[in-house]
């Protein structure tokens, strides 16, 4: 736990997230789901923490503004697949989730490794 957010713990979330909405892409699971929630980038406990107080000593980092970045975007690409699921365009958004999606979880990654990386070596 790094200064109120849990960045393994963090990673995971948005892991597991992804794969739920693979679901959702692929018409297996039939849950209502808000595109608008889904889009806002701090909904979750890591957006939250990026936004908040908390993480202030850490913006200057540019480990830390790629997360932010890659995070915001990874948010706003999932609340642009649950758009077009909701008007019946699964095919369009199945090739944003399997490409741009899956993009933005793998930056989502790195950037919460490469603050890891910084926050170990202090």
């Excluded at 929630?37 to 993480?55: E, P, R």
């Excluded at 642009?80 to 699964?90: A, D, N, P, W």
Aim: with cysteine.
């Amino acid at each position: 736990m790094r200064d109120g957010v849990n960045l393994l713990g963090a990673a995971e979330k948005h892991i597991l997230w992804k794969n739920r909405l693979g679901h959702h892409v692929q018409g297996s699971i039939r849950e209502p789901v808000e595109g608008i929630l889904v889009g806002q980038s701090g909904i979750c406990q890591l957006g939250s923490w990026l936004n908040g107080v908390a993480s202030e000593l850490l913006r200057e980092l540019p480990e830390f503004e790629q997360l932010q970045q890659a995070h915001q975007r990874f948010h706003h690409l999932g609340g642009q697949i649950i758009e077009k699921l909701q008007v019946g365009h699964r095919e369009q958004a199945a090739v944003i989730f399997r490409n741009e999606y899956n993009q933005a979880l793998r930056h989502v990654i790195q950037g919460l490794t490469g603050l890891n990386k910084h926050l170990q070596g202090d």
